[in-house]
């Protein structure tokens, strides 16, 4: 258990680690109905690069053979559709995440795409699974590690429900490191980014919020560092977008 007087970070503020996902919670609440919207415009549609980069990453079998991945902290299904969608007959996608109004958003989506027979949505704690031990084929999060208070707790627990030859694929923001590219990138985050989401979802702070997140998550060694800590083995990473996004992968053996 934790200590009470343990603290975290929630963007730049120092809160209480019990405290974190509550506020984490009211951010996706928020911005649930206008989430993916906001994704698009944010990344001028690079996100959906990113995330086809970590689909084929992942290459599901095209064939009837049997597929399970568990996407965690998946809200409205981005990851779980596209992976879907190129996959054979025998896949099927665990949607787990902690905020019921985005795994709404989710549920209406994956109906509205014919992908509801493939794709469950479940409520759930990242850092406390409850699926069994070995139980799926792939293991992805996407843009959700950073928000989870307790990360190793999380990636423990990726490597406990993945099967002996399972793959552990993360997608998060990191850190630009292009000269001039990182000025840009810190100029539209902390001046677009917020404004944006005030004129969209009505909320500035969750999205202050998000882009601070970014800066405070580990770079791409410390976070593989991590990852093996967890157990997993031959863990890697690519950078994307000049380091906008890494992309990190674990496989446990
Ligand atoms: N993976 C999706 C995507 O790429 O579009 C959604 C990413 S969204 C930025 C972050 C998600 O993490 C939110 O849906 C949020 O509810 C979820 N989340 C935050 N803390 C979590 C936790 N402890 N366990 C599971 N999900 C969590």
Same mark, same amino acid.
Request: proline fraction near 6%; include cysteine.
């Given at each position: 258990?934790?200590? *009470? ?42 996100? $959906? ?10 290459? *599901? ?10 996407? #965690? ?15 054979? $007959?025998?896949?099927?996608?665990? #949607? ?70 399972? $793959? ?10 292009? *000269? ?13 980014? *917020? ?19 970014? $800066? ?38």
């Amino acid at each position: 258990m934790s200590q *009470p007087d343990q603290t975290t970070h929630f963007g730049f503020r120092d809160v209480p680690l019990g405290d974190k996902q509550t506020l984490v919670n009211e951010v996706f609440h928020s911005v649930a109905s206008r989430y993916d919207l906001m994704n698009d415009l944010m990344s001028m549609g690079l996100h $959906r690069v990113w995330k086809d980069i970590m689909v084929n990453t992942l290459n *599901p079998p095209k064939s009837d053979a049997p597929f399970a991945l568990l996407d #965690v902290a998946g809200g409205t299904g981005d990851i779980a559709f596209r992976t879907a969608k190129v996959s054979g $007959r025998g896949f099927h996608a665990t #949607v787990c995440d902690i905020n019921e109004n985005m795994l709404n958003v989710g549920r209406e989506r994956a109906v509205a795409q014919h992908l509801d027979a493939r794709v469950a949505f479940v409520e759930g704690n990242a850092e406390t699974l409850a699926f069994p031990d070995r139980s799926f084929d792939g293991y992805t999060i996407a843009f959700g590690i950073r928000n989870v208070p307790r990360i190793d707790l999380a990636l423990k627990e990726a490597f406990r429900v993945l099967k002996p030859g399972g $793959r552990f694929l993360c997608l998060e923001f990191s850190s630009v490191e292009v *000269p001039g590219l990182d000025r840009l990138y810190d100029l539209f985050s902390f001046k677009v980014i *917020p404004p944006l989401g005030r004129i969209v979802t009505g909320d500035a702070e969750s999205y202050q919020y998000l882009v601070e997140s970014i $800066r405070r998550f580990p770079k791409p060694p410390a976070f593989a560092g991590m990852i093996r800590a967890a157990g997993f083995s031959r863990v890697s990473w690519q950078t994307l977008s000049g380091g906008i996004v890494a992309l990190h992968s674990g496989w446990r053996l």
